[in-house]
Structure formats: structure tokens, C-alpha cells
């Protein structure tokens, strides 16, 4: 007895999930956002935001894509980021 062979699964081949940007594509705008103010005081949302932007450091400046999302954040902590290019 034979096996057949598109019986003999080995891969699970799974589809792509929608809905994920990819980050820094060409083409798209970026934002250059600087941590200018300390996050000691400021309420745990507003921690969080500040992390969720991918801050880690006091003077760091990252670069984020110009999305609806990014710009909510950063309007959120407008006393602690500043946008340094559009």
C-alpha cells in the first residue's frame, strides 16, 4: 500500500495577517519626534504613551511614519515631545 503523497502534511502554510503597515516604507512620510521633557511626574497614561512611542531615554530623537495614530500619541504628550521635522 502506497501512501499518497498530498496526504503527508508537514508545513502548515498560513496567510499573512491584514492590517500591519510596514515600518519606513519608500515614499512615506516620517516624523522626527524629540523626548525633551522627563515622564516622572506625568500620570501612568501618559507614561505609557511616552514608551508606546519607543522612547527610552531623555534627548532621544526616533523617527516614527506620519500616521493618524502617531500623531494622536504625540498630541497626547505635547508637553513632553516635540516635533522636530514634518
Do not use: N, W
Not at 8 to 36: I, W
Not at 37 to 54: E, F, H, M, W, Y
Amino acid at each position: 500500500m502506497s501512501k499518497d503523497p498530498s496526504e503527508d502534511v508537514t508545513e502548515v502554510q498560513r496567510k499573512p495577517r491584514g492590517g500591519k503597515r510596514a515600518r519606513g516604507k519608500t515614499g512615506s512620510k516620517m516624523l522626527t519626534l524629540h523626548y525633551v521633557r522627563s515622564q516622572i511626574c506625568a500620570p501612568k497614561d501618559q507614561k505609557a504613551t511616552v514608551r508606546g512611542l519607543g522612547f527610552t531615554r531623555l534627548g532621544q530623537k526616533i523617527e516614527r511614519p506620519d500616521d493618524p495614530s502617531i500623531r494622536g500619541m504625540v498630541q497626547h504628550v505635547r508637553h513632553l515631545v516635540v516635533i522636530e521635522k514634518d
